[in-house]
């Protein structure tokens, strides 16, 4: 089958790269990336491992409130606040 792409500049200058890195047709390597991607596209989503965090105790809170920065900082530093 003949079509026409427009392919986008940086598109476009990846294919030439790769065409005379591996010594294909302009026609063989556009083949090969549609494949690939077609592929790639109509598989089914792999599932991913579950992550999960293990839960720390940090202590007691040091600080009144967290909405007051001054205080916040001011305890960070060592500081007598108020």
Do not use: W
Request: proline content about 4%.
């Amino acid at each position: 089958m003949r079509t026409t792409l427009s392919l986008d500049d940086d598109v476009a200058a990846e294919i030439e790269r790769l065409r005379r890195e591996r010594q294909l047709s302009y026609k063989e390597l556009v083949n090969e990336a549609l494949r690939l991607g077609l592929r790639q596209v109509t598989a089914p989503p792999r599932r991913r491992a579950r992550f999960q965090t293990a839960a720390v105790d940090l202590g007691a809170v040091r600080v009144g409130s967290l909405d007051d920065v001054a205080e916040a900082l001011a305890l960070a530093e060592g500081e007598p606040f108020r």
